[in-house]
C-alpha cells in the first residue's frame, strides 16, 4: 500500500518533518534530529541535538558555528541509502554550493525528493546536480519567474575583466555570497585566465580556505589589509554584499560597485543597492532550470518552499503536474542580507544594524536562530541568494 | 546592436561623468561606421524615424507568452521594455522540452540534447557578427553555459537567427512601412539577447534615457582625436547620422566637414562667479555691467539657406537646438547673424520670475493658448555675427554698440537690449545690486538675481575664460531648518547619507509640527558629510530602503541652515513649497530645533516673487 506523500513529509513550525523517521530538514529552531540540505545559514543553524549532512556541509557549519555547533554529526555518503527509523534516504549533488545535496526520502513505493536550494548550471566548485526521479519534487522558486532567464557565466565575468581593463585606476569592489558565491566568481575568474591576485575580506576568508582545502584550485588570494585598501587599483576585491555600500569599500581608489547575483538581472534591483556592474551570476535554477528540473524528475506533484511560488505553481498546473505553495517562512528572506551587520572594521564605527522600517523576517524566526560564536565570520547573507 | 545594447546597460549604471565619457570613447574607438555614428545619433536624439508605440511591443511579447506569467513577470520588474527583454521566448527555446519518460537511471545529462541545439543556435552568430574586445552581452539567450552544449557546434541543421547591427535596425527602421513594422521587430528580438532586446525596444520606442546628454556625447567624438568639445559643436548642426566625415575628421583621416547650416550654433561664453577678493585686483573702470536676468540664457540664429529662404534658429547654451518650443520668438529673428541673450516671460512690459518661465518650458505642446499666456522675450546682450561678419574677436564695447543698433532696426517688442548698469566704483554697483529697483530696473528687480560684470575690452571667447566675465549673484535666501530625514547619495557618496531633507516649524491639528521644504546634498565640506553622516547614522528612528528617518522635535534634531536662490508654490510638496538650487550653508550644531523658522519665513519671500500679472484668469492649464 503506498502511503500518502503527506504521510511521509509534514510541515511543522521548525520545517519540514519527517514522523516516519523521526527527523527535521533544514529545520529553522533546534530540533532533535536534523538532516541539512547545505551550509548556507537559513538552512543550516546551530543548536540541533543531532545533525546528517555531506562532509562538506558539516565542515562548512564548523567554520561557521563553531565544531560544537550540534550535539552529535553523522556524514552523509552522497549517492548512498541509509535507512533511518521506517523511511530510507539518500543524498544526491545539487549542484548549489560545496556540499549542497538533496535528499530523497522513500517509504512504502512513494519517493519525496527535497531538493533544498540547487542549479543546473556548470560550477567549478561543485558537483554538479543529479536528477533524481520522483513522485513528489519539493523545490525552491527563488527566482521562479520567467523573466529570470541566468546568462553565461562566463561573459558576466568577462563583462568584468573588461572593466578592469578599461579603468585599470580603480578598484573593482565585487559583493558576492560569503559561501559559495565568493568561491565560484574566483574559480570563473581563473577559468578565464586571471591570474592576479583576487583580494578577499575577511569574512570571506575562512570558507575559502576551506574550499582550497576540498581541492579546488583559486590561485592567490590574499585578505585586504586595510591600511594598504588605497594601493588597490586595478585589483579586483571580493566582498559580502552587505560591505559594497560600506564605508570599508569607500577606502579603495574610486571604486566600482559590483555584484554577483542572480538579482541583478533586474535594473531596478540592481539601481536599488547602487551596483554600477552587475553580474548576473546566480547559484541558483533560472526559470527555465525550474520547469526543465520538474518534468526531467517525473514528479507528479510539486511542492514549492519559498520564492516566486505563485509563477511555478501556475506553470505547473497548466502543465498538468499538481502543484502547491508552502509559504515556508525563514527561508531565502530578502533584505535580510543586506541588514546583517558584520563585525565593525576598523573601527569606522558602522552601526549595529537596526530594523526599524524594513522588517522582512517574522521576529519567531529570527528569535529562534541560535547566537553565533562571536568569533566566527557570521554569513553574508547568502539567504537571499 | 548588441555592443550598442552592451554601451546602453553599461552606461544606465554609471553615475559618473567620466567613466561615461570613458565608456563613450571606448565604444567610438572600437565600433566601425557605420554604426557608432547612429549610436550617436540615437544619444544626441538626432535620429529621424517614426517610433513604435509600448502597445505595439506589448501586444508582441502577448502573443508569445502566457498572460498570467507575464502579468506577474511585469508586476515584479515594473519597467515595460526590461519585462518584455526578460520574458521574450527565444526561438527554439520552448521554456522546457516536454515531458520524457525519466523514472529510472536518469543522470546528469538529462535535457542536455534540447539545450545544446538552442545554445548553438544563438551564440553562433552573436559571437561572430561582432568581433568585440567589449564587454558586449554576446551571451546565448539561453540560460545553460556553452560547456552544457559545446559539443554540439554550428553547422547543424536550423540556420542561426540573423543578430542586426545598429546601422541596420536604424535603417530598417526608417523605410519599413508601419504594417511591416510588427514582424520586424519580432524577427529581431528573436535574435538577440536579454540586453539587446532591451535596448532594441528603448530605441525603436524612443525612450532611450541612459543619463548621457548630447553635449556628453559631444565631448566623446571630441575626445576621440584629442579636440575641444567645442571644435565639434561648431560644425554640428550641418552634420547627419551617420557622421562619417565627422568620426573621419577627429581621427585625423578625413578634412573639416563644412558645416551646411546656415544659421549655426557658437559656442557661447560663460562667466566666473565673482569672489570677494577679485575686488582688490580688478578696476572698475575697465568694466561695464549689466543686469543677471533670472531666465534661460539662448542664443539666437539667423541666415538664409542655399535657396534663399530664412533660415533661424533658437540654440540653448549647450547648443542644443530648441526652436520648435519658441515659435514666436522665430518669428521675431529679422536680422541675419548671431545674438545672445536671456529669455524671459514679458507681460505688459513687465518682466516675470523664473516661476512663470518654468510654466512655458518642458511643455511638448506649444499652443496658441500657451504662446499668448507666457509670451517669449529675447533680452539681448551680446552679438557674435552680423551678416557673415564674425564680430567676436571685437571688444564687448564695440559689440555692444552693434547690438545697440541692430536692437534698433529690428524694433520688436520681443527682443530689447538689457540695459546697462553705470557705476563709477565698485562700493557703486554693490548698491545696485542691493536694491536694482532704484538702480534702474523698477519693477522688473525681482527677476534680477544680481549682476554681470564684463570687461569692456574682453572678446567673445568660446568656454569659461578667465579674466573677463564676471557673475555677482545676489546673496541667496537663508532659512534655518530642522534635518528630518538622510538619504544615501550616488556614485562615490553611496554609502554616506548625503542627501538631507529639512523642514521647517508650522501649526499642525497637534500643535507646532515641522512640515519637509526641500532636500539638499551639497554646500557641506567632506568633512562636514563625514560628522552629518555619522550623526544620520546614530539617530535613525526608521529606515525605509535607502532613506532613514531621523529623530527631530521641540528638543532634538539637528538644525541645518540652508541656502537657496528662490522659492515657488508646489503641490508636490507637503508644504507647498518647493526651493530652487538648496544647499546647506552652514551646520548649526549649536542651534536648539525649536529654535529653526517658521513656514511663514517662507511664506513672505514666496509672496515677493509672486507680483507677476496674470494674463487669463483660468490658471487650471498651468498646474498641469
Redesign the interface.
Known sequence: MALRSTDILTQTPQGLYCPLGDFHIDPVRPVKRALITHGHSDHARSGHRSVMATRETLRIMGVRYGEDFAGSTQEAPLRETVRIGDVSVRFSPAGHVLGSAQIAIEAGGTRIVVSGDYK???DPTCL??????CDVFITEATFG???????????EV??LL??VE??PERAHIVGAYALGKAQRVMALLREEGYDKPIHLHGAMERLTELYKSEGIPLGDTPKVVAAERSKLAGAIVICPPSSI???W??RFP?PV?CFASGWM????R???K?????LVISDHS????L??TI????AGEVWVTHG?E??LV??CT?HGIRARPLHMLGYGDEGEAEETAHPPLEGE?R?RS?????ETRPPDVRAATPPRPSADPPPQGEDMQ | MNRFAALLDRLGYEPRRNAKLRLLVDYFRHTPDPDRGYALAAMTGALMFKEAKPGLIRGLVEERTDPELFRMSYHYVGDLAETVALIWPAPGHESVAPPSPLRGGVGVGVGKQERGADNAVASGPASASESSPLPGRTTPTSNSSPQEGGEIGPGHNNPPPHVPTLSEVIETLATTSKSDLPARIAAWMDALDETGRWALIKLVTRELRVGVSARLAKTAVAQLGGMEPDEVELIWHGLEAPYEDLFAWVEGRGERPESGNPAPFRPSMLSHPLEDEDFAKLDASDFLAEWKWDGIRLQAASGHGSDGRPVRRIYSRTGEDVSRAFPDLVEALDFEGAIDGELLIVREGRVQSFNVLQQRLNRKAVTPKLIAEFPAHLRVYDILFEGEEDLRPLPFAERRKRLEALVTRLDDPRIDLSPMVPFASWDDLAAARGDPASAGAGPDADAIEGCMIKRASSPYLPGRPKGYWYKWKRDPYLVDAVMMYGQRGHGKRSSFYSDYTFGVWRDGPDGEELVPVGKAYHGFTDEELLKLDRYVRNHTVKRFGPVREVEYGKDRGLVLEVAFEGLQRSTRHKSGVAMRFPRISRIRWDKPAAEADRIETLEKILERGEKEIHPLKDREANEA
Open positions: 543546473r548550471a556548470e554538479p546536480y543529479e536528477v533524481v526521479p519567474l520567467p523573466v529570470f532567464r541566468h546568462p553565461d557565466t562566463r561573459q568577462k563583462k573588461d572593466s578599461l579603468f555600500q560600506d564605508l569599500s569607500r574610486d560597485t538581472r533586474v535594473r531596478a540592481a539601481r536599488q547602487g551596483v554600477e556592474l552587475p533560472d526559470w527555465d532550470d520547469c526543465r518534468l526531467e524528475t517525473g516566486q505563485d509563477a501556475h506553470w497548466t564605527g552601526e537596526e530594523r526599524g522600517g524594513v
